[in-house]
Every structure is written in structure tokens, then in C-alpha cells.
């Protein structure tokens, strides 16, 4: 298998745009995770789906962020508007509960909003 | 909720044996992951305990206590490349919620 596969790899946008951050996760797994990862904060969990289900997303800083997994092998990340404060790494990652407990993450999408 | 805390930082020689702490309060518990991180990379797994003793694989090694609510990672024989950040993380029904992280340098 190919890993989490996420893209953009980087991304650099105005304060105002909509953002789409995309992932694809390793097939046959069933959670799927959305992280934000910055200096200042670490890496907090923002959402996390288990077999495309939304289960928590407690982590999801503001209404702008939203997050979606239409089936198991596609999950989006939007924020709308974009702010300089959501410059960060997102990371996806994906785990199969039954097979462990092994966390598989993606490259990362980094974001730059100016 | 959970909280877990951690080193921010370690310093080591190479050659050398370190232990990174981490102790958690966390409203529900399965287990206990540890994830490095190099710059500019994606974190990746290295080993998990559920149950209390002690894990071992190659030159890491990782602890769990759950009546403490404390764990450590154990690296030996500190090579150059250990540099970067290593993460605790409890494992929850389904979530995983990390540490800070710590970073840690091996000087020649």
C-alpha cells in the first residue's frame, strides 16, 4: 500500500480563502484522523471519523473548519474563511483497531495563509 | 479529558542511554503509544504497551505503570539520527490524543 496519501503537500493563500485539504487513507482501515500540528500548540486532534462516521470533533477550533469522509478512501479538511492563525501542518492519519493500534500518518498538507 | 505531560527537552551523548517520561490523566484509557517525529516529517509509530512492563524492541525500550498513570520511552546505544521529537499518546476507544512531545539532541 501507498501509506496516507494527503495534498496538497504545501499551500500558500490569502487571508479570506477557502481552503480544501484532501486525504486519502490506507485501504482497508477503519479510523481516520485529522491533526493540526504548530509550535505553539502541538499536535492536537481536531476530528476523527471511525468506519466514515464523524465521532468527535470537539478538537475543531471553529465553525470555519469543517470535515467530511464521504466513503473510506477520500476525507476532506475545509476551512472557509482562511485566517494567518490556521498556518499550520495538517496531518492525516488512518488506523485499523482491529490490527493494532499502529498509527499510519500522511506527509502532512502544509499551510501558509498570509 | 486527557492531559499528558512531558519532557520538552533532552540533551544525550551519543553512545548514551535516555528515558523520556510521560504521566497522563485521562478519563478513559486503553493503552499507551509512543510516535518519533524528525523535522519536517511525519510522525511515525514505535511501540505501544496496554498492559503494565516493560516492551522492548531493538534499541527501544517502553514502560507502562497504569496504577502510576506513567510511562517512559528507553533509548539505547543513542545514535545521531535519534535526534528529533518523540511523542507519548493515549489510546482511548478509538482516539489518540499526544503529548507535546519532547525533543530530544544526541551530540557527538
Known amino acids: 500500500d501507498a501509506g496516507v496519501i494527503q495534498s496538497p503537500r504545501h499551500e500558500v493563500t490569502e487571508m479570506g480563502q477557502e481552503v480544501t485539504l484532501r486525504c486519502k487513507p490506507i485501504?482497508?482501515?477503519?479510523?481516520l484522523f485529522w491533526y493540526r500540528q504548530t509550535m505553539m500548540r502541538g499536535l492536537e486532534l481536531l476530528i476523527y471519523?471511525?468506519?466514515?462516521?464523524?465521532?468527535?470533533d470537539s478538537g475543531m477550533p471553529e465553525d470555519r473548519f469543517s470535515a467530511k469522509m464521504p466513503n473510506a478512501s477520500f476525507s476532506t479538511l475545509k476551512i472557509q474563511p482562511s485566517e494567518p492563525r490556521d498556518s499550520a501542518v495538517y496531518f492525516c492519519?488512518?488506523?485499523?483497531?482491529?490490527?493494532?493500534?499502529?498509527?499510519?500518518f500522511g506527509e502532512g498538507s502544509w499551510l501558509t495563509v498570509v | 479529558g486527557q492531559s499528558l505531560e512531558q519532557p520538552s527537552e533532552v540533551t544525550a551523548v551519543e553512545g548514551a542511554i535516555v528515558q523520556i517520561n510521560c504521566t497522563y490523566q485521562?478519563?478513559?484509557?486503553?493503552?499507551l503509544s509512543w510516535y518519533q517525529q524528525h523535522d519536517g516529517g511525519a510522525p511515525t509509530f514505535l511501540s505501544y504497551?496496554?498492559?503494565?512492563g516493560l516492551e522492548e524492541t531493538g534499541r527501544f525500550s517502553s514502560f507502562l505503570s497504569r496504577s502510576d498513570s506513567y510511562g517512559y520511552l528507553l533509548l539505547q546505544e543513542l545514535q545521531m539520527k535519534d535526534s528529533a521529537s518523540y511523542f507519548c499518546?493515549?489510546?482511548?476507544?478509538?482516539?489518540?490524543?499526544f503529548g507535546d512531545g519532547t525533543t530530544l539532541t544526541v551530540k557527538p
Open positions: 492519519a488512518s488506523v485499523d483497531r482491529g490490527s493494532g493500534n499502529t498509527i499510519y
Open positions: 485501504s482497508g482501515h477503519d479510523y
Open positions: 471519523f471511525n468506519n466514515n462516521v464523524p465521532i468527535d
Open positions: 485521562t478519563s478513559g484509557f486503553y493503552g
Open positions: 504497551n496496554a498492559l503494565d
Open positions: 499518546a493515549v489510546e482511548d476507544a478509538g482516539k489518540s490524543t
